[in-house]
């Protein structure tokens, strides 16, 4: 099984032939063109959860261009966040023989019988942005945000917003869950519990919790039912920024002020989230960086070429306040 912490004790390293296989959904119109000095361009064949976030579009262009300045042939293939389309597309590509196959599994089980078909075929499979539960022979290396410590990030910060907006009392949170069986809502859920139950296990409580399926229009739907069953939520802990932006318009159609009436806590850092920051409706933000295509074409070329790689390479990710919105938001790339 595919826990994030034991990537921390895992061995080391797993060589290109001893490797397994991923994903993907084929596009017909490859990316990338064949490097110099006559070598074959490495194939990389890569399938997408969907494009369900703006931090999911951001991940998409990040890989799309990282390919193309690495020079590797990329069969890309958006998985529409359903898990048959992803299986069909990684047996496609080891039908096709690429070098390499990427994925971002849009949930965590379920994987085993594809990803032992493409170890019979000797072709090496990376993880990116989310865990699975196989057998870890099954796969090279996760190169990703650990959601567990996002979710314990989130709890900690919002320490923070509590004590600056003074606030006194029970804490009742409405928790907007993503997609139900995905490592990062299962993980962030389980960080911010570890807290709680630790440190504010009796003013702290989640009165609400459900899946928003990251997507904004589910944020909406969502926090309008927790309203309408649970007046009195003061805190929203939201796993992405967009269904925080949904919850929003949801607040505020109920005639509440977000980031006042309810504080509000987010994961990702994209752009429209710092915007909502910086206009006082997010108190703050859990980065997790979207922009791991440079990081996983270097992954990429290391498993072709039969190196060691690490079995867990994590991303560098911040936290924001209100009070640094403003100044972060023009460097925002997504």
């Not at 490495?42 to 951001?58: D, H, K, N, P, Y």
């Amino acid at each position: 099984m595919l826990n994030r912490r034991n990537f921390i004790a895992a061995a080391v390293g797993v060589a290109a032939a001893g490797g397994l296989t991923a994903c993907a959904k084929k596009d017909d119109s490859p990316s990338g063109s064949s490097g110099g000095g006559g070598d074959k361009a490495i194939t990389l064949g890569f399938s997408q959860v969907g494009s369900e976030s703006g931090w999911r579009s951001a991940n998409t262009e990040s890989v799309k261009s990282a390919a193309k300045e690495a020079g590797y042939k990329l069969q890309f293939s958006d998985a529409q966040q359903k898990q048959e389309n992803q299986i069909s597309a990684i047996r496609s590509f080891i039908a096709q023989k690429v070098d390499v196959i990427a994925f971002s599994p849009v949930v965590v089980t379920g994987w085993d019988a594809v990803l032992k078909e493409a170890k019979a075929a000797k072709i090496p499979v990376v993880l990116t942005d989310r865990s699975v539960e196989s057998d870890e022979s099954l796969f090279v290396t996760l190169v990703g945000s650990d959601f567990t410590d996002e979710g314990r990030r989130a709890a900690k910060i919002l320490e923070k917003v509590l004590e600056k907006a003074g606030h006194k009392g029970k804490v009742k949170i409405a928790q907007l869950e993503g997609t139900t069986g995905a490592a990062p809502a299962i993980e962030r859920a389980k960080g911010f519990k570890e807290v709680m139950d630790a440190e504010h296990k009796d003013d702290w409580e989640i009165v609400a919790s459900q899946t928003g399926d990251f997507t904004r229009a589910g944020g909406k739907q969502v926090m309008a039912a927790f309203l309408q069953s649970n007046p009195d939520i003061n805190v929203l802990y939201a796993h992405n920024d967009d269904m925080g932006l949904g919850a929003i318009q949801a607040i505020e159609a109920a005639g509440k002020k977000p980031g006042k009436d309810i504080l509000i806590v987010t994961v990702d850092g994209v752009k429209d989230g710092f915007i909502a920051m910086s206009e006082g409706k997010i108190n703050a933000i859990v980065e997790c960086n979207p922009l791991l295509g440079p990081q996983l074409m270097e992954v990429v070329k290391k498993v072709h070429d039969g190196e060691k790689v690490e079995r867990w390479i994590k991303t560098k990710e911040s936290d924001f306040m209100q009070d640094q919105a403003k100044d972060a938001l023009p460097t925002r790339k997504y």
